[in-house]
Protein backbone atom coordinates (compact mmCIF):
# COMPACT_ATOMS: atom_id res chain seq x y z
CA UNK A 1 0.00 0.00 0.00
CA UNK A 2 2.75 2.28 0.74
CA UNK A 3 4.30 1.55 -2.73
CA UNK A 4 0.99 2.81 -4.34
CA UNK A 5 0.64 6.27 -2.56
CA UNK A 6 4.13 7.21 -3.11
CA UNK A 7 3.69 6.31 -7.06
CA UNK A 8 0.64 8.46 -7.01
CA UNK A 9 2.26 10.94 -4.68
CA UNK A 10 5.29 11.57 -7.51
CA UNK A 11 2.71 10.82 -10.58
CA UNK A 12 0.97 14.51 -9.02
CA UNK A 13 4.34 15.90 -8.72
CA UNK A 14 5.27 15.25 -12.18
CA UNK A 15 2.02 16.37 -13.61
CA UNK A 16 1.59 19.76 -11.81
CA UNK A 17 4.87 20.15 -10.27
CA UNK A 18 4.30 19.71 -6.48
CA UNK A 19 1.89 18.86 -4.24
CA UNK A 20 3.90 15.23 -3.36
CA UNK A 21 4.35 15.73 0.26
CA UNK A 22 1.91 17.37 1.04
CA UNK A 23 -0.12 13.74 -0.26
CA UNK A 24 2.30 11.42 0.71
CA UNK A 25 2.64 12.39 4.44
CA UNK A 26 -1.78 12.93 4.58
CA UNK A 27 -1.97 9.26 3.10
CA UNK A 28 1.02 7.46 4.89
CA UNK A 29 0.16 8.53 8.05
CA UNK A 30 -3.20 7.05 8.18
CA UNK A 31 -1.04 3.78 8.09
CA UNK A 32 2.61 5.02 9.98
CA UNK A 33 3.09 7.56 12.33
CA UNK A 34 3.74 10.81 11.40
CA UNK A 35 7.73 11.36 13.03
CA UNK A 36 8.13 7.82 10.79
CA UNK A 37 6.76 9.06 7.70
CA UNK A 38 8.01 12.82 7.39
CA UNK A 39 12.02 11.96 6.98
CA UNK A 40 11.23 9.03 4.20
CA UNK A 41 8.93 11.37 2.54
CA UNK A 42 11.85 13.84 2.88
CA UNK A 43 14.03 11.22 0.99
CA UNK A 44 11.63 10.67 -1.50
CA UNK A 45 10.71 13.82 -2.72
CA UNK A 46 14.66 14.62 -2.42
CA UNK A 47 14.95 12.21 -5.24
CA UNK A 48 11.77 13.50 -7.42
CA UNK A 49 12.99 17.26 -7.14
CA UNK A 50 16.63 16.21 -8.71
CA UNK A 51 14.82 14.40 -11.56
CA UNK A 52 12.64 17.24 -12.23
CA UNK A 53 15.05 19.94 -11.75
CA UNK A 54 17.40 18.22 -13.99
CA UNK A 55 14.77 17.65 -16.68
CA UNK A 56 13.74 21.36 -16.23
CA UNK A 57 17.55 23.02 -15.21
CA UNK A 58 17.31 25.79 -18.22
CA UNK A 59 13.44 27.34 -16.53
CA UNK A 60 14.52 27.90 -13.20
CA UNK A 61 13.84 31.54 -12.46
CA UNK A 62 17.18 32.22 -9.74
CA UNK A 63 15.70 35.47 -8.40
CA UNK A 64 12.77 34.10 -6.52
CA UNK A 65 15.01 31.49 -5.19
CA UNK A 66 17.40 34.55 -3.46
CA UNK A 67 14.24 35.22 -1.23
CA UNK A 68 12.42 31.94 -1.03
CA UNK A 69 15.65 29.89 0.16
CA UNK A 70 16.33 32.20 3.59
CA UNK A 71 13.04 32.12 4.42
CA UNK A 72 12.33 28.43 3.92
CA UNK A 73 15.99 28.00 6.34
CA UNK A 74 13.96 29.83 9.20
CA UNK A 75 10.82 27.96 8.65
CA UNK A 76 12.48 24.78 8.50
CA UNK A 77 14.83 25.08 11.84
CA UNK A 78 10.52 26.17 13.39
CA UNK A 79 9.07 23.45 12.12
CA UNK A 80 11.64 20.88 13.17
CA UNK A 81 12.38 21.78 16.50
CA UNK A 82 8.32 21.82 17.05
CA UNK A 83 8.09 18.11 15.01
CA UNK A 84 10.91 16.53 17.99
CA UNK A 85 10.00 18.60 21.11
CA UNK A 86 5.86 17.38 20.97
CA UNK A 87 4.01 14.84 20.31
CA UNK A 88 3.75 15.69 16.37
CA UNK A 89 1.11 12.97 15.69
CA UNK A 90 -1.38 15.85 17.29
CA UNK A 91 -0.86 18.30 14.66
CA UNK A 92 -2.57 16.39 12.12
CA UNK A 93 -5.56 17.91 12.51
CA UNK A 94 -3.99 21.08 11.49
CA UNK A 95 -2.65 19.40 8.28
CA UNK A 96 -6.35 18.63 7.31
CA UNK A 97 -6.89 22.87 8.03
CA UNK A 98 -4.06 23.43 5.71
CA UNK A 99 -4.86 21.01 2.82
CA UNK A 100 -8.97 22.38 2.88
CA UNK A 101 -7.40 25.79 3.23
CA UNK A 102 -5.33 24.78 0.02
CA UNK A 103 -8.24 23.35 -1.79
CA UNK A 104 -10.33 26.34 -1.27
CA UNK A 105 -7.52 28.57 -2.35
CA UNK A 106 -7.39 26.74 -5.47
CA UNK A 107 -10.87 26.41 -6.45
CA UNK A 108 -12.13 29.96 -6.06
CA UNK A 109 -8.76 32.13 -6.95
CA UNK A 110 -7.85 32.55 -11.16
CA UNK A 111 -3.89 32.89 -10.81
CA UNK A 112 -3.96 34.85 -13.63
CA UNK A 113 -6.07 38.00 -11.85
CA UNK A 114 -3.94 37.52 -8.78
CA UNK A 115 -1.81 40.74 -8.13
CA UNK A 116 2.01 40.41 -8.82
CA UNK A 117 4.20 40.69 -5.95
CA UNK A 118 7.89 42.23 -5.40
CA UNK A 119 10.40 39.59 -4.68
CA UNK A 120 10.91 40.12 -0.79
CA UNK A 121 7.40 38.59 -0.32
CA UNK A 122 9.00 35.66 -0.60
CA UNK A 123 10.75 35.50 2.50
CA UNK A 124 7.83 35.70 4.67
CA UNK A 125 6.10 32.89 2.62
CA UNK A 126 9.03 31.00 2.41
CA UNK A 127 9.59 30.76 6.21
CA UNK A 128 5.30 29.85 6.23
CA UNK A 129 6.24 26.83 3.65
CA UNK A 130 9.40 26.01 5.90
CA UNK A 131 7.17 25.67 8.99
CA UNK A 132 4.91 23.06 6.85
CA UNK A 133 7.32 21.18 5.19
CA UNK A 134 9.16 20.64 8.38
CA UNK A 135 5.72 19.32 10.38
CA UNK A 136 3.98 17.76 7.81
CA UNK A 137 6.52 16.99 4.48
CA UNK A 138 4.81 19.48 2.20
CA UNK A 139 5.50 23.48 2.42
CA UNK A 140 3.80 23.65 -1.05
CA UNK A 141 0.71 25.99 -0.55
CA UNK A 142 2.22 29.17 0.63
CA UNK A 143 5.55 28.88 -2.23
CA UNK A 144 2.52 28.20 -4.54
CA UNK A 145 0.90 30.97 -3.87
CA UNK A 146 4.10 33.43 -4.15
CA UNK A 147 4.87 31.58 -7.51
CA UNK A 148 1.65 32.02 -8.91
CA UNK A 149 1.90 35.39 -7.74
CA UNK A 150 5.11 36.20 -9.94
CA UNK A 151 2.98 34.96 -13.14
CA UNK A 152 5.49 32.67 -13.80
CA UNK A 153 4.82 30.27 -16.82
CA UNK A 154 3.79 26.72 -17.20
CA UNK A 155 7.60 25.62 -17.32
CA UNK A 156 9.34 28.02 -15.06
CA UNK A 157 7.04 27.71 -12.30
CA UNK A 158 7.55 23.58 -11.94
CA UNK A 159 11.35 24.39 -12.54
CA UNK A 160 11.48 26.82 -10.01
CA UNK A 161 9.50 24.89 -7.25
CA UNK A 162 11.87 22.54 -8.03
CA UNK A 163 14.63 24.41 -6.86
CA UNK A 164 13.29 25.38 -3.83
CA UNK A 165 12.40 22.00 -2.63
CA UNK A 166 15.47 20.38 -3.31
CA UNK A 167 16.91 23.47 -0.83
CA UNK A 168 14.76 22.40 1.60
CA UNK A 169 15.03 19.10 1.39
CA UNK A 170 18.65 19.27 1.87
CA UNK A 171 18.70 21.02 5.01
CA UNK A 172 15.83 19.35 6.41
CA UNK A 173 17.65 16.05 5.82
CA UNK A 174 20.38 17.85 7.81
CA UNK A 175 18.34 18.78 10.99
CA UNK A 176 16.06 15.46 10.68
CA UNK A 177 19.92 13.99 11.60
CA UNK A 178 20.56 15.79 14.42
CA UNK A 179 17.87 15.86 15.32
CA UNK A 180 17.71 11.79 15.30
CA UNK A 181 14.50 11.72 13.54
CA UNK A 182 16.54 10.49 10.27
CA UNK A 183 17.50 7.22 10.89
CA UNK A 184 19.28 4.26 9.28
CA UNK A 185 16.09 2.22 9.07
CA UNK A 186 14.27 4.69 7.82
CA UNK A 187 16.59 5.36 5.07
CA UNK A 188 16.26 1.23 4.53
CA UNK A 189 12.64 2.12 3.59
CA UNK A 190 13.19 5.00 1.35
CA UNK A 191 15.41 2.93 -0.88
CA UNK A 192 12.69 0.20 -0.76
CA UNK A 193 10.41 2.68 -2.07
CA UNK A 194 12.45 4.23 -5.06
CA UNK A 195 11.00 2.39 -8.25
CA UNK A 196 7.20 3.57 -7.30
CA UNK A 197 9.03 6.77 -7.18
CA UNK A 198 10.91 5.95 -10.63
CA UNK A 199 7.61 5.22 -11.91
CA UNK A 200 5.15 7.65 -10.86
CA UNK A 201 7.50 10.54 -12.41
CA UNK A 202 7.84 8.83 -15.34
CA UNK A 203 4.12 8.44 -16.04
CA UNK A 204 3.66 12.18 -14.73
CA UNK A 205 5.80 13.46 -16.77
CA UNK A 206 4.58 11.72 -19.71
CA UNK A 207 0.83 13.01 -19.05
CA UNK A 208 2.26 16.85 -18.60
CA UNK A 209 3.17 16.92 -21.73
CA UNK A 210 0.52 15.22 -23.57
CA UNK A 211 -3.18 15.59 -21.26
CA UNK A 212 -5.17 19.24 -20.05
CA UNK A 213 -3.45 19.53 -16.54
CA UNK A 214 -6.22 21.29 -14.87
CA UNK A 215 -8.70 18.44 -14.98
CA UNK A 216 -6.07 16.17 -13.35
CA UNK A 217 -5.91 18.99 -11.30
CA UNK A 218 -9.10 19.44 -10.16
CA UNK A 219 -9.11 15.29 -9.11
CA UNK A 220 -6.22 15.48 -7.55
CA UNK A 221 -8.21 18.65 -5.46
CA UNK A 222 -11.32 15.93 -4.93
CA UNK A 223 -8.96 13.89 -3.27
CA UNK A 224 -6.97 16.36 -1.35
CA UNK A 225 -10.31 17.66 0.16
CA UNK A 226 -11.48 13.66 1.28
CA UNK A 227 -7.87 13.38 3.38
CA UNK A 228 -8.48 17.40 4.78
CA UNK A 229 -11.96 16.46 6.13
CA UNK A 230 -10.86 12.95 7.37
CA UNK A 231 -8.63 15.03 9.98
CA UNK A 232 -10.81 17.49 10.51
CA UNK A 233 -13.35 14.89 11.88
Known amino acids: MAGGIILIALYIRAV ?16 FPIKEVVPVVLLLDSLGSVLLGAYDFREI ?13 IGLAIGA ?36 VALPWGMPLGIFGGVLGSLYGGGGPPIVAYLQMRHLDK ?14 NILRAFMYIALALLTWQLAMGFLLLIPPVLLGLWAGNHLHMH ?23
Open 211 to 233: INQRAFLMGTLAVLAVVGLKYRI
Open 16 to 31: IGFGSGLIAVALLTLI
Open 155 to 168: NAFRATFQGIALAD
Open 81 to 116: LILAGTNAQDHTRFLGVFILAYVVYALVMKPERLPQ
Open 61 to 73: RWPELRWLIPGSV
